[in-house]
């Protein structure tokens, strides 16, 4: 089975800087990455990432109903196309930059959509597909948005969002801070009820100190060893000769110097 690992946070909290870090890194190493994008990735997802942050109606809202099934419906064909066959893969590690824990944070925490109801169409969409480690960015909202530019000298209140762009076009950045807190604070309810499972990072330090805190989080994991050990002796059996860890290649003759 591949090694699945997400990475999860609020808006500004560096998470897919963290993730394309993380596949470049492994990449380094030799080890087969499949990265993935929520929204995004297949056909339908790119789509529906359009639909949700483009918002072809202008300033009109989609209900926070059919939002959730638009996000679920991007992660059952991501499932359904992509991880199903990826999971199964024994020397791979998948990537996520957001996973089905963004919808239990983002509609259910920050939207206030009922999590039990929530819970049965998250288990159908994933196909019960779920990461090994989830690492969690934490940041509080007030910093993190500073950083994508949404509060400038303390314009931002509780009740109101400081600008849009374009209509519609930044949908969850433009959200009220009392979302962007529900967000937060899902995501570490989230966090504290599955421990096992998540990691939560500070995600305030500079960007080098978090990416040591990734890279130690996933390289001590057991199985990251055994897919590096599984990659490793795929590369030993497409060597033409081998002797232990040292690989022979044979020589043309014009290599040979004759
Ligand atoms: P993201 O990829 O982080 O945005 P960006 O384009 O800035 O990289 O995610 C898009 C937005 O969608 C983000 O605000 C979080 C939100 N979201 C949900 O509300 N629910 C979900 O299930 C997912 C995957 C994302």
Redesign the pocket.
């Known amino acids: 089975m591949a090694l699945f690992i997400s990475f999860e946070g609020g808006?500004g909290s560096g998470?897919?800087t963290q993730a394309g870090r993380l596949v470049r890194a492994l990449n380094d190493m030799g080890v087969p990455t499949q990265f993935i994008?929520?929204?995004?990735t297949t056909n339908l997802g790119r789509h529906i990432?359009e639909l949700?942050?483009g918002s072809p109606w202008g300033r009109e809202t989609i209900s926070h109903e059919a939002?959730l099934f638009l996000?679920s419906a991007?992660?059952a064909e991501l499932a359904a196309k992509v991880l199903s066959k990826a999971s199964e893969e024994s020397r791979l590690v998948i990537v996520a930059?957001?996973?089905?824990d963004?919808?239990v944070a983002?509609?259910g925490y920050?939207r206030r959509l009922p999590l039990n109801l929530m819970d049965s169409v998250n288990r159908l969409a994933t196909q019960g597909i779920m990461p090994d480690l989830t690492l969690l960015l934490d940041c509080p909202p007030v910093e993190a948005l500073k950083r994508v530019g949404q509060i400038q000298a303390g314009l931002f209140d509780d009740g109101d969002s400081v600008r849009r762009d374009e209509a519609g076009a930044r949908?969850?950045?433009d959200e009220p801070l009392a979302f962007h807190r529900r967000v937060r604070s899902g995501y570490l309810k989230l966090a504290g009820i599955e421990p096992e499972r998540w990691l939560v990072i500070d995600g305030t330090k500079d960007e080098d100190a978090v990416f040591d805190s990734v890279w130690e989080a996933v390289t001590g994991m057991e199985k990251f060893r055994h897919v590096v050990e599984q990659s490793e002796s795929l590369e030993r059996d497409r060597a033409p000769e081998h002797l232990g860890e040292t690989t022979l290649f044979p020589l043309s003759g014009s290599q040979r110097g004759c």
Do not use: L, N
């Open positions: 808006e998470k897919s994008h929520e929204p995004g990432r949700i942050k939002e996000f991007a992660r930059d957001r996973y089905v963004s919808t983002y509609q920050g949908r969850f950045e």
